[in-house]
């Protein structure tokens, strides 16, 4: 079955870096896009970025484009996102999530993961 | 870059009603591009419709999507005791972005 396990989040100073990881198994991970949605605390759903399946194209959203960077290592089945200059409104459960395709179109996610939480605090 | 806006903000219903949930988009969203999601406290979201009103795998037919153009609705015909929780639409557009609607929690009346 599908499992998406993420990382690494945890406590850290505003200015500060992360490295959050999501370990997939259960599919062909190469052969999926794969994107970091995230949640602060008591709010609704954010997309952060995808990355295509063969890491050839990223795309960010607007809040944290140049601060954060997704990658991935199909041989590790595991997608990653360094997170440096962290803010305050960064703090959030971050997600990963596999997207798939509509008529030759990235569509919607069918699987995530419980999410890891990040929290951005002096 | 399209917005969602989901209505109403909160609904209050008793199990065994219909509830209407309603996805407004500022500007036209392609059907194939338009998912519902459901969130229940502490879990991760669960994808329920996409396509504007395919149900993914597992889904009860209960639920059902509709719509088209920047109005999308998403119905639960016959509410059970699992069915209240937040509920989000999303849509895939133009800008090569993702975006989400702020939610919809339905809640025991």
């Known amino acids: 079955q599908v499992q998406l396990v993420e990382s690494g989040g945890g406590l850290v100073k505003p200015g500060g870096s992360l490295r959050l990881s999501c370990a997939a198994s259960?599919?062909?991970?190469?052969?999926?896009?794969m994107s970091w949605i995230r949640q602060a605390p008591g709010k609704g759903l954010e997309w952060v970025s995808y990355?295509?399946?063969?890491?050839?194209?990223?795309n960010y959203a607007d809040s944290v484009k140049g601060r954060f960077t997704i990658s991935r290592d199909n041989a590790k089945n595991s997608l990653y996102l360094q997170m440096n200059s962290l803010r305050a409104e960064d703090t959030a459960v971050y997600y990963c999530?596999?997207?798939?395709?509509?008529?030759?179109?990235?569509?919607?996610?069918?699987?995530w993961g419980q999410g890891t939480l990040v929290t951005v605090s002096s | 870059e399209i917005v969602l806006t989901q209505s109403p903000g909160t609904l209050s219903l008793s199990p065994g009603e219909r509830a209407t949930l309603s996805c407004r988009a500022s500007?036209?969203?392609?059907?194939?591009?338009l998912a519902w999601y459901q969130q229940k406290p502490g879990q991760a979201p669960r994808l329920l419709i996409y396509?504007?009103?395919s149900r993914a795998t597992g889904i009860p037919d209960r639920f059902s999507g509709s719509g088209s153009g920047t109005d999308f609705t998403l119905t639960i015909s016959r509410l059970e005791p699992e069915d209240f929780a937040v509920y989000y639409c999303?849509?895939?557009?133009?800008?090569?972005?993702?975006?989400f609607g702020q939610g919809t929690k339905l809640e025991i009346k």
């Open positions: 259960g599919f062909t991970f190469s052969d999926y896009y």
């Open positions: 999530a596999r997207g798939l395709f509509v008529g030759g179109s990235l569509s919607h996610f069918d699987y």
């Open positions: 990355i295509s399946s063969s890491s050839s194209y990223t």
């Open positions: 396509g504007a009103s």
């Open positions: 500007q036209s969203v392609s059907s194939s591009y």
């Open positions: 999303q849509q895939y557009g133009s800008s090569l972005m993702y975006t």
